[in-house]
C-alpha cells in the first residue's frame, strides 16, 4: 500500500483512492443485489472479489497516505481498512474461534471447487450450512456472466471423488422448474435434476 504514495495520480488527486475505494463497494454492493434477484454472477471464481480487493487496497493505501489530514471518523474507517490485516494476525494468535469471526470477509477471496467445468455448464461445491450435507451446483455461463440454479445432495453422485466426472451436459427440453443434466463419470452415465 506504501508504494501507492509514489504513484504520480495519487499524489496529484488525493481523493483519487478515496473514490476508487468507494466505487469497489459500490460495484460489490451491486454485484450482490444482481445475485440475490437474479442469481447471475461475474463468470470466473475471483471476478466477484475484485471490486472487493480494490477497496480494501484503495481504502488501506488512502489512510496510509493522508492520515493526518482526516478527521476521527475517516481515521477510524480507513485506518481500519489498513490495519484489518494486522488485526487478523493478532486474533489468530489468541483465538482461533475469534479468527472464524473476524475472518469472515476474507472468506469472498477463497475459490470454489470446481469439480467440472465446460462450455455448457459447470458443477462446483455449494453449501447449506453447517450441519447439511455436502452439495453439489449447477452454473451455466451466460457471456461474461454465470447463472446459478439448485443444489442437489452429493450422496445423488454416489461418487467418492468428484474428481471422477469427466462429462456433463445439460438435456434440452427439461421442465420449467427444474433443468436437468447427464453425468459421465468413472460409474457410468447418469442424470440429475437441478431446481431453477
Not at 466477484?48 to 471518523?73: C, E, K, M
Not at 471423488?161 to 469427466?166: G, P, S, V
Request: proline content about 6%; glycine content about 10%.
Amino acid at each position: 500500500m506504501l508504494a501507492v504514495s509514489r504513484y504520480w495520480p495519487a499524489q496529484q488527486k488525493p481523493q483519487l483512492l478515496k473514490w476508487i475505494h468507494l466505487g469497489g463497494w459500490g460495484l460489490s454492493l451491486l454485484q450482490l443485489i444482481v445475485f440475490e434477484i437474479f442469481n447471475i454472477s461475474l463468470r470466473g471464481q475471483w471476478a466477484d472479489a475484485v471490486p472487493f480487493g480494490v477497496a480494501w487496497l484503495a481504502g488501506g493505501s488512502y489512510f496510509a497516505l493522508h492520515r493526518r489530514q482526516l478527521n476521527t471518523i475517516g481515521k477510524l474507517y480507513f485506518g481500519g481498512w489498513f490495519l484489518y490485516p494486522g488485526l487478523l494476525t493478532v486474533a489468530y494468535l489468541l483465538d482461533r474461534i475469534f479468527f472464524v469471526l473476524v475472518s469472515l470477509p476474507i472468506l469472498v477471496f477463497l475459490p470454489n471447487t470446481e469439480f467440472y467445468s465446460g462450455s455448457a455448464c459447470s458443477l462446483r461445491a455449494a453449501t447449506k450450512g453447517f450441519l447439511a450435507p455436502p452439495q453439489v451446483a449447477l452454473v451455466t455461463p451466460i457471456g461474461p456472466l454465470e447463472k446459478h440454479y439448485g443444489t442437489v445432495s452429493r450422496d445423488e453422485l454416489g461418487l467418492n471423488n468428484l474428481a471422477d466426472i469427466t462429462q456433463a451436459t445439460i438435456i434440452p427440453g427439461s421442465s420449467s422448474d427444474t433443468i436437468s443434466v447427464k453425468v459421465i463419470s468413472s460409474k457410468g452415465k447418469q442424470k440429475l435434476s437441478f431446481p431453477r
